[in-house]
């Protein structure tokens, strides 16, 4: 399984993500996954399954050192003493000493970002999170953290999948050593109506969304998080790793429309801001 490397986070680059799953049915999600070979769990406070998810840790003989679990604190706890009770509240419910990835999940309008970044950093320093970053911050909010606050952030989730550019946001995180994790990278499960998807899929005897993820998973220091509660769909997309692509697969991905965004909350940050 390969990695994202940098600055001590060793992240695999193929994970679990989680939302909207819940209950019993998400503890098996998870433990069906950590059986298939997947070390990289995504959650979030805001997603109301940690403790689900804490359970299957509990329960797998995958030791803890080999799992990467990644969560996020919800943008209205972003002072120190806020972030540090919502932190504790995590670990609480996964029944874990620490996450391997504490990030914020969304940028608050006018945000203290030196603040949220010591937030950030003392949890770090109190061991509670091996490393730290964020979620859906385009790259002028990206260039506070790392310019002004100087955090040491190593991630930033954002969507990104065949049909959306994140051309910007990639090129900074390269430059700074930052991971990418690609949220939604199946857009939602939909793509099997994307004819050069098809197309290819039916030359590498493989899917669509196979086609998709693996197309992600080629890209330096890109991971992704397919939510799959289905086996058949865990597995799939598990299997997708083994596909090669070839130059003309690329350059017909690379032609598709790249403008479709699915999460575009009204209180979320403006992307088309000139970098
Ligand atoms: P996604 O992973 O692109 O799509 C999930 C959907 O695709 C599910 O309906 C799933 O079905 C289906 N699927 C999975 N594998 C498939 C396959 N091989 N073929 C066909 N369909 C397949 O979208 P997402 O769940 O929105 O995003 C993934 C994860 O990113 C979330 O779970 C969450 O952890 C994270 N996320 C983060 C943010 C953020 O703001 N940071 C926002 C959104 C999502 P089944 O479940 O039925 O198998």
Redesign the pocket.
């Known amino acids: 399984m390969d990695r994202i490397t940098t600055s001590g986070l060793h992240m695999p680059k193929l994970g679990l ?3 909207p799953m819940s209950g019993s049915g998400c503890t098996d999600a998870v433990l069906r996954a950590l059986a298939i070979g997947y070390r990289h769990i ?3 406070q805001m ?1 109301g399954n940690e403790a689900e998810i804490g359970a299957a840790l509990a329960q797998t003989d995958v030791k803890r050192a080999d799992i990467h679990v990644t969560t ?1 604190v919800s943008r209205e706890f972003l002072a120190p003493d806020a972030m540090r009770r919502v932190a504790e509240e995590s670990l609480r419910k996964l029944r874990l000493d620490y996450v391997d990835l504490y ?1 914020i ?2 940028p608050a309008a006018g945000m203290d970002v030196q603040r949220a970044m010591e937030s950030l950093m003392r949890l770090q320093a109190g061991g509670l999170a091996k490393h730290i970053g964020v ?2 911050f385009p790259v002028a909010l990206m260039r506070r953290c790392i310019e002004e606050a100087r955090a040491p952030i190593v991630c930033n ?1 954002v ?1 990104y ?1 065949v049909m959306l550019d994140q051309t910007k946001v990639l090129a900074y995180a390269r430059a700074h050593g930052i991971a990418v994790t690609a ?7 939909n793509l099997g109506e994307v004819e050069a998807l098809a197309r290819i899929a039916r030359k590498h005897g493989a ?1 669509p ?2 086609i998709a993820l693996k197309w992600l998973l080629d890209q330096d220091g890109v991971a992704a ?6 086996a058949a ?2 597995q ?2 598990w299997d997708a790793q083994k596909i090669v692509l070839d130059g003309e697969d690329r350059a017909a991905i690379a032609a598709l429309p790249k403008s479709r965004r ?2 575009n909350p009204a209180a979320g940050p403006k992307w088309d801001e000139a970098a």
């Open positions: 993500g989680t939302w995504d959650t979030a997603y996020k990030l999940h969304w979620s859906n989730q969507e999948h949220y939604c990278p199946l857009a939602r499960g899917t969304a196979q998080i397919p939510k799959a509660s289905r769909n865990q799939e997309n699915i999460v």
